[in-house]
């Protein structure tokens, strides 16, 4: 493991990974354990993720915990997953602290049962503080209703007259994005063999490398993430140029 951890160059990690954390339910299955045990055990490796992308110098670490899609489940797995959230903020903001990550999160958060809210924010608030590395949970999110809500507002600030249309750029819009203030992901990381974006983040992983491993969420290791960080070194990033111009 720390042969693996050697090989990672320090000086060309990337800034920001953004994860799909998938398979706690198949996981659970093949413990022939109920779905929920699966997203417990998920808590474990989020916990050891974190803990690892902080101490290797990543600054921002994003984990899709819950999209909007996810309504759609049983009603009591959707209940387990909120309290679930409520829970593993309450026991990991000492640890947060002590480590010097900033809780964030993008999506709707607004739709959220309030107690899940009322934690959650004050969450943000009791890490807002740190600066080593900053956590964003991206619950109830969606990218086609972040995008869209971006539009929306964008066309609000048109008739009031604040914008130009022609003075739309790229950055103008992304200061719409609930992601505004994060770099875009060089890194997004998908666990259980699924090769799909998901809702995912559509406009911020235009560049990103994307990397699948069939290992399931609640088995994801630190071992797993530095994996990861070597194969994505070891990529070439050319932006669309070719080889001899980098
Ligand atoms: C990811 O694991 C957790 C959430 C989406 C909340 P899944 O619950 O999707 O697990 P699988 O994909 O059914 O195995
Ligand atoms: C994506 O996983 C959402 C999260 C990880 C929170 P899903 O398991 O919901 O994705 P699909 O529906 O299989 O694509
Ligand atoms: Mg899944």
Known sequence: MSELKSKIDLEKLPK???????????????????????HQ??????RE??????????????????????????????NALMHLLVQTVRNELKTLNE???KLQAIGDIS???????????????KTAQNSRMTLTLALNYSSRWEILNAVKKITEESQADTIEPSKIDESYFESHLST???PDPELMIRTSGEQRISNFLLWQLAYAELYFTEIFWPEFRKQHLYE???????????FGKISEQL
């Open 16 to 38: 920001h990974v953004a994860v799909i954390m998938d398979g706690n339910g198949r996981w659970a299955k093949a413990h022939g354990k109920p779905r929920i045990f699966g």
């Open 228 to 238: 990861a960080l070597v194969d994505f070194q070891s990529r070439e990033r050319r």
């Open 99 to 101: 480590n010097g990550i």
């Open 180 to 182: 505004k203030n994060l």
């Open 41 to 46: 055990n998920g808590v474990k490796a989020v």
């Open 49 to 78: 993720i974190t803990e690892a992308a902080a101490e290797i110098g990543i600054e921002y670490l994003t984990l899709y915990a819950f999209s909007t899609e996810n309504w759609n489940r049983p009603k009591l797995e959707v």
């Open 111 to 125: 739709k959220l049962p309030s107690k899940t809210q009322d934690v959650l924010l004050e969450g943000i608030k």
